[in-house]
């Protein structure tokens, strides 16, 4: 290892840091062989050192248990406990109830947050980090957990360094840069030199060296810190809905103590017949505690773990539970176009022909001997791949290469002298030679203009379409033969067999595709073409030189356009910030090292298969299959998700205030009192569904879904005005000193008591019937909407099942609550019919709601798609007519203004342009003059043409009729 270093002040600052490596050094062994350790060296310093990772403080899941006690619904639950066995005469029932009820849901919080916490460890487990390791004298790719000191990696563009390490090298070899802003701040690329320490956490940029590993875990610069802070990591932070739940937790339960609060004084000063100042207060916990949303958190929760797993059957890994609710609202997806739309491999395109060649075989088989397959370059291997097989074969069996002349940068192009294999001496000898399609076209028409200039339009209009160009010629070894062109052969990066449908798929999904790249323009624009994406593409014009834009207009662009070419990473940083000043949630993807920053900007980075660990460390989403597919994929099961925390919070707020509503006006209105016990056994039934909400099966949104609290609410509140109505109704009915409608039915009318087990089982149908239709914006009988069966066997079965139990219940007592008996079969047949017509116009209403919340909104949607598209097709237009008019303006300044015959005949040019203009706006104007403007423009603009050129093109006359037909 050479230890370089400047002089003066850089020579003593790198002292210190040198002497420390030593003592580092020191602890572990002298420089580790070039070949690496051994695997018995590892064995023996893992023993010593332990794996390379910052322990961490684990919280003791036991004591979290016992904790969870202490939160202010258990508490209120432990008064409820408390009051149901010590105000005389004991509430035993309720009192065992709500044990069950408050265990339960204490238990089920807890199991579901470690089941949480064990599913994301096993999905940051399947990414784990690796690096390339040399042991035994063997490059082995390893999880940099399993790094011991003393190892030998590699530092290469895009690795996040994973311990210390000391960069080794001789002197004379390329210096590494790093990036160590994360860990000191500086936001200046540090250069590591052989010698120099590479501290973990920093990020290579630039170049490639090995490095050895000196400290791990926490006795690394990066360790040391964060076992200050008791080794734990990056916090989860809360997604915009786990923040709104929790708020919402807080406001049903103040709405339950006011209600409470409410009852308490209306029955203090008025109370129930046959109560005391001790029932009533246990009364109000009761009824607080029922409307409670003691399961928000662990449904929440559990949605958002069900949810990751399904992205992780997709291919699709997230790296934090709050990006699937970001993920579900996304709008705008910038995609990157190399191997993501496209398939990062060179194929073969449309060829042209030659006159006097006869086919497409023909023109690949000669390019195919003058091409070697032995280290086949990018051409090369894509002849070999994308040519037609039988010609391979052909080529390789029927002749043979006598020599073969590779590419070099001065000739620009490859030869290959051939002959028919087995022919012998006697047989024709001739010359196969392709490259770059100017020095071929030179080749064979250097003395024929005509021929030179008609190939040299094909070029052109290859180039135009971003197209990579081969050309291809053959010569006979006779004496005086001369190169004939056989054609042109085209290449082309193209797109995934299934890119078109998957984007036609998410513009249906309302996401808006972008294309960033770094390619050129005219390949953006024709892979956009291939893509029916939209060929409004941006290119690197507007973010350097005369033609960069400001704030205000990139706002515009950003809109507008397609996409953008010819872009650094610092640009695509720019198009995410914009796109989110405009109020858009978007996505894009990377996968390189300069991808990172844009990936973290962006609401919800995604790392592509085969991302760097730097861009795998700054994405929200990192996938291992490649395409767009996955993300479309991913986002429907993300807007899947969301739909289940959406139907499970409109039903929460239901429950919640059809509880509170009911009761209030049971014991103020009807002045009839509800058995506690009845309360908390219906209470206990509803958590049971909630539960069963977080895995049911919900249709895929057809639009971004943002958290709108306003919606859930008005639809929950309607929901249960109308239940609420219904149950008072049927209460007032039903009770004999009121209504007593039985007779009505030819039913002999109820007792009280027995009306008590009537109503109870109405309670139950409403509670869990309800559940069917706040899961669905649609009408809930729909087969396309069907619950899953984790969801329909408790909806349905519990009141089934509590039918038998409200009809045959015997004569009893429980505590001071009112007595109770089994309704009857007439009476429990009466209550099914009424609670499913109040089940029925509930569903009315809710259907209603919907229809008016959302309407304006869908129809919003559906007109910003169209907008947007509309401004696409405007601004590629717009960006065709201003290449025209920019020509003209670079030609002015270019002349004499002073000049008076360049005036005339300027306004003459211009009068010819505005013309032209006019007629391809039109679709009328003649091919072949359209045509040669637009390649003369090309031409000029790529600086293949001088401006005197392009003048002399421009004033050229217009061709004659017969020409042009």
Known sequence: VSFTSGDGEEEMAS??????????????????RSDGLTEEEVKERREQYGFNEVPRVEKNKYLDLLMRYLQPIPILMMIALVLSAAIQPSEWLSFALLLIELNLLVFSAWRSELNTNDAMAALAEGIAPQIDVKRGGQWERLPTRELVPGDIFLLKGGVVVPADALVRGEEHEEPVKVDESSLTGEALLATKHPGDTALSGSVVKQGELEAQVTAIGAETMFGKSMALLGGAGAREVPGRLQTLTARLQIIILLCGVVVGLVIFLVLLFAPLAGTSFGDTVRMVFVIIVAGA??????VVATILAVGAKELAREKAVVTRLSAIEELAGMDVLCSDKTGTLTLNQLQLDEPWLAKGVSSAEELYFVAVLAARREGAEAIDQALFGSAPQQIVERAENEMEVLKFVPFNPTDKKTLATVRKRGGGEGEEVWYASKGSPDVINKLCHASNPEKL???????????????????????????GAHWTMVGLISL???????????????????????????????????TCSRLGLGTAIMGPEIWRGAGQIGEGELAKVVEDVNGFAGVYPEHKYAVVEQLQKNKHVVGMTGDGVNDAPALKKAE??????????????????????????????????????????NFY???????????YAFFLLLNVALRFRFPAWGIVLISLLKDIVILATSKDKVPVADKPQAWNMFRPTVVALVIAFISVLGSVLYAYAALPQYGNWWSAFGITPLTQQQVVMALFLQLVQSYCLTVLITRTKGFFLSLKRRPSLYLAAPAVGMPLAFTFFAVYLPATTLGSGPPAVGCGWGAAGVTWA???????????????????????????????????????????????????????????????????????ERSELQGQVEELKGQVLRMEAEMSAVESLRSGMLQYIRGQLSADDFACLLTAPPPAKSHAD
């Open 492 to 526: 082309f990066d193209p797109p995934r067999h299934d890119t078109a449908d998957v984007i036609q798929a998410a513009n249906s999904l309302f996401v808006d595709v972008k294309m960033i790249t770094g390619d050129q323009q005219a390949i953006a624009i024709e």
């Open 293 to 298: 949303p003691v399961t928000l958190p662990v």
């Open 15 to 32: 002292r210190d840091e040198k002497e420390e490596v030593a003592v580092s050094l020191s602890k572990v062994a002298e420089l580790t």
């Open 453 to 479: 200039s008609e190939v040299e339009a094909r070029m052109v209009e290859f180039a135009a379409r971003g197209l990579r160009t081969l050309g291809v010629a053959r010569k006979s070894d006779e004496p």
């Open 604 to 645: 919800v980075g995604i790392a592509v298969a085969g991302a760097t660990e730097a861009a795998k460390g700054a994405a929200d989403i990192i996938l291992s299959e490649p395409g767009l597919g996955t993300i479309v994929i991913a986002i429907k099961r993300a807007r899947k998700t969301f739909l289940r925390l």
């Open 649 to 659: 919070v409109v039903y929460r707020i239901f429950a919640s205030a059809y509880n």
């Open 834 to 904: 009424y609670s499913i017509l109040v089940l029925l116009v509930a569903e009315s209403a809710k259907l209603a709601s919907y229809y008016v919340l959302e309407f304006e909104s869908n129809l919003r949607a559906k007109r910003e798609m169209q907008r947007r598209q509309m401004q696409k097709e405007i601004a590629a237009e717009m960006l065709r007519d201003e290449g025209l008019k920019n020509i003209i303006d670079l030609h002015k300044n270019s002349e004499n203004p002073g000049d008076s015959s360049w005036e005339s």
